[in-house]
């Protein structure tokens, strides 16, 4: 494990996790701990916050924003998947999952405006199809979020915070 990565397990400031995190935006190997994510997640929501505040929600600096973001996010999420060993992959799922029950509630929206009575049934599909879609989200959010990494090394590196509780 690299000087870097322990010094990071070892901080409670969230703001140098949200760099150490930007600064690891294309790195898909390794494991991120729990803390690494949520102190990311605390960070990115205080930025947020701040942006919000000082250029207006509807800003192109907000939407560049959530895009920069977006990048460090991805490869924090695949590190964390990494850390309960399962594979990277299953970020695209989350992402698929979370994307389809969006568009599923866009349709049904659009399709209710206009609904008749015959209609129950393409509505019930609906329902049904996006109830899916949010439980493997949330399932997701609950394993990136709360599940403990393995103990030890795994098939994807060392531990990331075995040095700092030794």
Same mark, same amino acid.
Do not use: Q
């Given at each position: 494990?690299?000087?870097?990565?322990? #010094?990071?397990?070892? &901080?409670?400031?969230?703001?140098?996790?949200? @760099?150490?995190?930007?600064?690891? +935006?294309?790195? $898909?190997?390794?494991?991120? +701990?729990?803390?690494?994510?949520?102190?990311?997640?605390?960070?990115?929501?205080?930025?947020?916050?701040?942006?919000?505040? @000082?250029?207006?929600? #509807?800003?192109?600096?907000?939407?560049?924003?959530?895009?920069?973001?977006? !990048?460090? $996010?991805?490869?924090?999420?695949?590190?964390?998947?990494?850390?309960?060993?399962? +594979?990277?992959?299953?970020?695209?799922? $989350?992402?698929? &999952?979370? @994307?389809?029950?969006?568009? =599923?509630?866009?349709?049904?929206?659009?399709?209710?405006?206009?609904?008749?009575?015959?209609? !129950?049934?393409?509505?019930?599909?609906?329902?049904? @199809?996006?109830?899916?879609?949010?439980?493997?989200? =949330?399932?997701?959010?609950?394993?990136?979020?709360?599940?403990?990494?393995?103990?030890?090394? #795994?098939? $994807?590196?060392?531990?990331?915070?075995?040095?700092?509780?030794?």
């Amino acid at each position: 494990m690299s000087n870097l990565n322990k #010094n990071i397990n070892a &901080s409670d400031n969230p703001f140098e996790h949200w @760099l150490f995190a930007v600064k690891r +935006s294309f790195d $898909y190997k390794g494991r991120s +701990s729990r803390k690494e994510f949520w102190m990311f997640l605390v960070s990115s929501i205080i930025f947020d916050f701040l942006i919000i505040l @000082l250029f207006g929600k #509807n800003s192109i600096i907000n939407s560049v924003w959530y895009l920069f973001s977006m !990048f460090p $996010y991805i490869a924090l999420m695949i590190r964390r998947f990494h850390d309960v060993d399962e +594979s990277g992959w299953l970020t695209l799922v $989350y992402y698929g &999952s979370f @994307l389809l029950s969006l568009t =599923l509630v866009g349709l049904y929206v659009y399709e209710a405006y206009e609904a008749k009575e015959s209609d !129950f049934i393409f509505y019930f599909i609906l329902l049904v @199809l996006f109830t899916i879609c949010f439980v493997v989200s =949330l399932w997701f959010s609950i394993i990136l979020a709360f599940e403990k990494g393995t103990p030890g090394p #795994n098939k $994807y590196g060392p531990n990331p915070i075995e040095d700092i509780i030794e």
